[in-house]
């Protein structure tokens, strides 16, 4: 399975970027699909993850901030940003996690989109 992440960039505090991601199998079939990131000096971190039956969740850093939603047609996963802070600022990784054989779940990303949140 391969994930293509695009959408980072350069913006300023107080605005907004649609992250997305194309997946190269059908992401409903998928038992969950989320955006990782990973600023410089720290671990990744899950921002937010959509589970089978349509579950979200976010960290509390983003949440009411963040939008994650997908698009089952396109395989595409997204996550709509807004009021940007510095904080924000890191490499963002998209995820798809999958059941493989025997039930093992087999875990896929994307090669990371850079967000830069500036002062």
């Known amino acids: 399975v391969q994930l293509q992440a695009s959408g980072g960039g350069l913006v300023q505090t107080g605005g907004s970027l649609r992250l997305s991601c194309v997946a190269s199998r059908s992401i409903f079939s998928a038992n969950a699909v989320a955006w990782y990131r990973q600023a410089p000096g720290k671990e990744r971190e899950l921002v937010a993850t959509i589970r089978t039956g349509g579950i979200t969740n976010y960290a509390d850093s983003v949440r009411g901030r963040f939008t994650i939603a997908r698009d089952y047609p396109a395989n595409t996963l997204y996550l709509q940003m807004n009021s940007l802070v510095p904080e924000d600022t890191a490499v963002y990784y998209c995820?798809?996690?999958?059941?493989?054989?025997?039930?093992?779940?087999?875990?896929?990303w994307g090669q990371g989109t850079q967000v830069t949140v500036s002062s």
């Open positions: 995820n798809a996690q999958y059941s493989g054989p025997g039930g093992i779940p087999d875990d896929y």
